[in-house]
């Protein structure tokens, strides 16, 4: 290490030493920013992502300038004490990357002392991890209250501690081990290899009896709150104290307790969920995905299905519920894995770690697992090469996030969920994709009878369907309205209904008091997971009044060009924000519609009304170039396009064009003069409403009646 003696901290409080004298870091909110920066040494950190777990994804409105602020802040102290280009923090959108020799960091520095004792003689490998134990300096990230998670840490704290001990216990330090060993176990009672430790310790130290009581304590506990008995190699470790057998009191260079690959059997599925139903297509589907099932000639590796679809569609409640059923297909186990693609609170599971807690749930020992991810890839694949297992990775952000994570074998199957296409995923590997849909009517109803009752009859029936409509056949939803029946007479249907109805309360309607089980939250993940181009045009389409988007409007709304619109559209229908119905014609649930319209307050008045503005124009101009073509305008006037120069022209050009573009335009454009009337844009959507007008030719009743509101509105 060059220049000054700057050291990082995180094994305890968050400090920056230099010459092992702490540098002053501000509040638990600056050395929370500091925590999540080092935590991710050299990679781009999400500013949306620090806003969350900053305020736990209730930020208030100045949290961005906020973390902007301590990140500023950040930036003079550490100026002040390291060396130009020594360490510094670099703006990177969407956030920060701390550049940084990571062996400055006390995490680097402890992994690696973990990783030098392997294979060193026992001496040896009690010193380096003894070194390694003292950079601890309290509970990790002890004062960022609360604030930062880093579960990573603990598990690296445990790791060392096992293989001290393990070293300890071979240099015949067993007496010294004891009360450190019984504290640590009662802080993590389920840790086999610390009760193995402890027992073997208290054996070579004469007491029997006692050692026995442990391993008693262990089994009841683990049969009553988890269902499970203890492992192979800690129960043939009781029997050898049962048996009494002296060969333990010998130190042995072999581990107490390292469970042979295989022996184990996982089971990690979450508990199926209530309340389901429907999805007969999308079962069937998986059902085809089973090995054995013909997926396509030539298929040789595991299947792959990807279950996509919006936020509250039901993705993991499927591949869960379907999971249970066709477990025993899978002798061998199910893993299961968040891959926290999408949690608010938070960043993505990196597949390393995955890789690990898969590593231990097979059998390997802590020590046995790899340092290297592809280190830890190539053996996950090879204990799984000829086993039949289950992997479901629910909530994946990307390709990049699963694919170490697949098996190579035939016999495995892997269902991934997530709010993506993922079309990356199934270009290289081959994967199955399917779409989830809301529910259909049936089925929507039946969810809500699953969670409420069956209705009482006639008028409950019929308020049942118009509260199914009102949730947009969200399964999430769904469920939410089917809790809030199921309280009680606090709630009736009718009531319920009566509340959904206000289209301002909606959403509130559709919260419960876990922050987790809202259709607000569920949709604001999706928003922030956007980059900031796509969130802006998501606000913006908050202001969109009509149900069909076309590209050409939002390139009005968003003040881009036609293109640059489309593939915005795009790149949202796959994070299923809108979905396309046909080619250009894209459609938003309604609740979706109703979050991107509270969005929409996020946006000043004035680029509000600049907004609005563009898109009239827009509207103004597409109906002056159709009715020119239908021969109802009068030509002597200037054409809106000449006097709009600057605003997206929709291809019209003869007069079957016209028609096809007032049929698609026409409920969108009488909204837009609805809302110009409800803001005051008064001349312009009179030139509009004179226009549909002219449209309607008595067929459509709503063109003269929006007529002879803007004329009285000018007048």
């Known amino acids: 290490m060059s220049g000054t003696d700057l050291r990082f901290c995180l094994l305890g409080p968050v400090q920056v030493l230099v010459h092992e004298r702490p540098v002053p870091m501000g509040g638990p909110g600056m050395r929370g920013v500091l925590a ?9 950190v999400p500013l949306d992502r620090i806003v969350d777990v900053l305020w736990a994804h209730e930020p208030p409105a100045s949290a961005r300038t906020m973390v902007q602020g301590y990140v500023s802040r950040l930036r003079q102290r550490l100026a002040a004490v390291a060396e130009p280009g020594e360490v510094h923090i670099s703006t990177m959108p969407p956030g920060y990357r701390l550049v940084v020799d990571e062996a400055r960091i006390d995490v680097t520095v402890a992994r690696d002392l973990l990783t030098q004792a392997r294979g060193k003689p026992a001496a040896r490998r009690s010193g380096l991890l003894r070194a390694a134990q003292a950079l601890w300096r309290g509970p990790e990230l002890a004062d960022v209250g609360n604030r930062v998670i880093a579960p990573e840490l603990t598990e690296l704290r445990l790791a060392v501690l096992e293989a001290r001990f393990e070293a300890d216990l071979e240099l015949g330090r067993h007496n010294e081990l004891i ?43 683990a049969s009553s709150e988890l269902g499970m008995d203890p492992g192979p190699q800690l129960r043939g470790l009781h029997v050898r104290v049962l048996r009494d057998d002296t060969t333990l009191l010998e130190p042995s260079p072999e581990p107490v307790v390292t469970p042979r690959v295989g022996v184990l059997v996982p089971a990690q599925l979450p ?16 059902d085809r995905l089973l090995p054995g099932a013909q997926r396509g000639a030539g298929v040789r590796g595991p299947g792959i299905g990807v279950l996509a679809g919006a936020a509250g569609v039901g993705k993991t409640a499927l591949a ?31 597949a390393a770690d995955v890789l690990t807690r898969f590593l ?19 053996l996950y694949r090879s204990i799984l090469a000829d086993r039949q297992v289950l992997v479901v990775l629910d909530d994946a952000r990307d390709a990049e996030q699963v694919e170490p994570l697949l098996p190579a074998g035939s016999s495995s199957l892997v269902v991934v969920t997530t709010r993506v296409r993922l079309d990356a995923l199934v270009a290289r590997t081959g994967a199955r994709l399917q779409v989830l849909d809301t529910l259909g009517t049936g089925d929507a109803e039946q969810v809500i009878e699953l969670m409420a009752g069956a209705p009482a009859g006639g008028r409950d029936q019929e308020l049942r369907r118009k509260l199914v409509r009102l949730c947009g056949h969200l399964p999430l939803a769904l469920r939410i309205a089917g809790a809030r029946l199921a309280g009680g007479q606090r709630w009736s249907v009718a009531n319920l209904v009566e509340e959904l109805t206000d289209e301002r309360g909606r959403l509130s309607a559709l919260d419960l008091d876990d922050r987790d089980t809202s259709v607000r939250a569920a949709l604001d993940v999706t928003y922030r997971s956007l980059r900031a181009e ?34 915005r559209l795009r790149a949202l229908a796959a994070s299923f924000v809108v979905t396309e119905a046909s080619r250009d014609v894209f459609l938003m ?21 600049e907004a609005r503005q563009r898109l009239l124009r827009y509207y103004l101009v597409g109906a002056d170039l159709a009715r020119r073509q239908l021969g109802t305008g009068a030509g002597d006037e200037l054409a809106m396009a000449e006097k709009f120069s600057d605003t997206p022209r929709v291809p019209v050009n003869t007069p079957d064009e016209a028609m096809a573009w007032i049929e698609q335009e026409w409920t969108n454009l009488l909204a837009v003069v609805e809302v110009g009337l409800e803001v005051g844009q008064s001349e312009e959507i009179v030139q509009l409403a004179r226009m549909a007008s002219e449209f309607a030719e008595g067929t459509r009743a709503l063109g003269p009646v929006v007529l002879s509101r803007a004329v009285r509105l000018v007048v």
């Open 36 to 44: 999540m920066l080092l935590l991710e040494p050299n990679q781009v």
């Open 179 to 221: 009360g450190e060993l019984t504290q640590l176990v009662d802080e993590h009672p389920f840790r086999e290899r610390l009760v193995a430790q402890l027992m073997l310790a208290l054996y070579r130290a004469g007491r029997r009896a006692t050692a026995l009581a442990a391993y008693q304590r262990f089994a009841h506990r």
């Open 271 to 286: 508990r199926a969920p209530s309340g389901f139903a429907g999805r007969a297509d999308e079962l069937a589907w998986l």
């Open 320 to 350: 869960v519920l379907w999971g249970h059923r066709v477990a025993a297909r899978f002798p061998d186990g199910q893993l299961f894995a968040h891959l926290r693609g999408f949690d608010p609170r938070h960043g993505p599971a990196a």
């Open 360 to 378: 231990l749930a097979l059998g390997v020992d802590g020590e046995d697992v790899p340092v290297e991810r592809d280190d830890r890839a190539a």
């Open 534 to 567: 796509l969130a802006t045009t998501v606000r913006l389409l908050g202001l969109f009044p009509g149900t069909r988007i076309a590209p050409y409007a939002v390139a009005a709304l968003c003040g881009v060009d036609v293109d640059h619109a489309r593939h």
């Open 589 to 609: 649930h309604d609740l979706v519609r109703l979050h991107t319209q509270e969005l929409a307050d996020e946006l000043s008045e004035v680029d509000k009304s």
